[in-house]
Every structure is written in C-alpha cells, then in structure tokens.
C-alpha cells in the first residue's frame, strides 16, 4: 500500500511543491498537486480527460481557459483568512493558464471528466460556509464545490478546525457501494497549521484492522485516504485547515459513521 502521508518538497521548475497522482495513490479518480509561483511566473495546464479545479489557496492570479480570458482571481493573501477560496473550475478537453500577480499557492485537484460542464469561476460570495458540530468538535466549512454545484467528478472542501477541537468527527467512512447509505469516495486532506511550526494528527483505519495508521501531520502535508475511518485533531494552540479533494464512481457524499463512536453522534453531522 502507498505511503499515506505525502510531504512537501523543494519547488520543481514548474513551481509545483506536492504531488499526488492516481498511479502514486494506488487508486483511480482523485490527482493533487500544490504550485507556488513568483510574481510574473506562468502555469499552463491542458486537463485532457480529467477535470481541474484550481483552488487558489493565496495570492492573486490572471486566469485564462481556451475560450475566455477570467480577469484577477484569487482573493486572500493566505488560506487563515478565513474566506472562502476563489476556484477556477476547468472541465475536460480544456486549457488553463495563471499568471501570478503576486506570490500565488494554487491547489490542482482533478478526477475523471468528460467535459460535460462549461469552465466557471467559483468566488467567495457563491460559496455556503457553515459551522458543523459542537464544542471541542466544532469546525467551519466552507463548500467550494458540493454535489449540488455541476461537475463530472470532483468534490471540494475547505475545514477549519480551531486549536484543541476534533474534525471529521465522530469518524466516518465513505468506501463501500451501498445504495442510499454510503458512495465509495477517494479523499485527500491537504493541511495547513498556524502557526506553521505547528502539527496535528490523523488516524486512518478500518474496521477489520487491516489499515490502522497514525499520522502526524505538519503544514503543508497531504494524506491519502483510500479507505477507512479518517477523524482528525488539532492540538491546542494551533488552528488547522485542510482542504479535501474527493472523488469515486458516483458524484455523492453518503457516508457510514463507526458504530463504537455514535454515541457521540447524537445531533452532529460529520465532514
């Protein structure tokens, strides 16, 4: 089974610092990559028979698809913020090109497409942002592209979990066919932690006990999550955000929480 926690590099010359793709995963559907850029630096991509939606994490960038020209996107310096992300939504069988304005951090998160849906650009204002859960497991969501939205494949979030409290909690599994209950879905969790020096953790398991692993996660890291249980928390002191990349057979979120942690479920939702 591959590595499940993916850490930063050095930037390639294209600028790009992380890399997951279906063939490095082991699966089928969910690629990731994080590009920073320079200001005056390009990134051109053509998405062939995958879709792309490029999630501006920071900074502000020209935009361009094969047939129209987006102006400036991008309208946070940093992911800590607090609004949501600017996405630029590219559909198969098309080109994008970013021209960084200032330093820019972009999140490419592509699946299977088949170049059903125009290219459209996803801002702050049109994106739902809620709270979900209660106490120490309290987080903010910000749905960047849910199933309700158009699109092949993909599923975008964005999470902020404050200091001390759990997310993805009580844990949940989205991996096994079952009409109406649960949609098989690959998921990544790219994190970032303020302050940087920071860390969190992340448990991804199964119910057999097969796959049983412990992350600790820094900023920067992505996780893999292929299947399994995957609850995350935030230590004290250090806020934490991750953006999930999801994608599978069917473009539906249902999901299947473990038995042994309902008792925690009682009028909490998971993400």
Not at 87 to 102: C, I
Not at 148 to 160: G, H, K, R
Request: proline fraction near 9%; include cysteine; charged fraction near 25%.
């Amino acid at each position: 089974m591959p590595d499940l926690l993916v850490r930063p590099h050095e930037p390639d010359a294209e600028g790009r610092v992380l890399l997951v793709t279906p063939e490095s995963a082991g699966w089928q559907h969910v690629g990731f990559e994080v590009v920073r850029l320079r200001p005056g630096e390009v990134l051109e991509r053509a998405t062939g028979r995958r879709e792309l939606g490029a999630v501006m994490l920071g900074g502000r960038a020209g935009a361009r698809t094969e047939d129209r020209d987006w102006g400036d996107i991008g309208e946070r310096e940093d992911v800590f913020d607090g609004t949501p992300a600017c996405v630029l939504y590219v559909p198969a069988g098309d080109r994008m090109r970013l021209e960084a304005r200032t330093a820019v951090e972009v999140a490419l998160c592509t699946a299977p497409g088949q170049g059903t849906h125009p290219a459209r650009l996803i801002r702050p204002q049109d994106v739902e942002t809620m709270s979900r859960g209660t106490g120490p497991m309290r987080r903010r969501i910000h749905n960047l592209l849910p199933e309700t939205e158009p699109a092949d494949s993909l599923l975008l979030v964005e999470v902020y979990t404050p200091g001390g409290n759990w997310s993805s909690y009580p844990p949940h599994k989205h991996d096994t066919d079952v009409p109406g209950r649960e949609t098989p879905l690959e998921e990544t969790y790219y994190h970032r932690v303020n302050p940087r020096q920071g860390f969190a953790f992340q448990r991804v398991y199964s119910d057999a006990g097969d796959l049983d692993e412990a992350l600790a996660v820094q900023d920067g890291d992505c996780v893999l999550v292929p299947r399994g249980y995957h609850p995350v928390g935030a230590p004290a002191g250090y806020d934490l955000y991750y953006l999930n990349v999801m994608a599978g057979p069917k473009r539906q979120w249902l999901f299947t929480n473990d038995p042994r942690h309902e008792w925690l479920f009682e009028g909490i939702r998971s993400d």
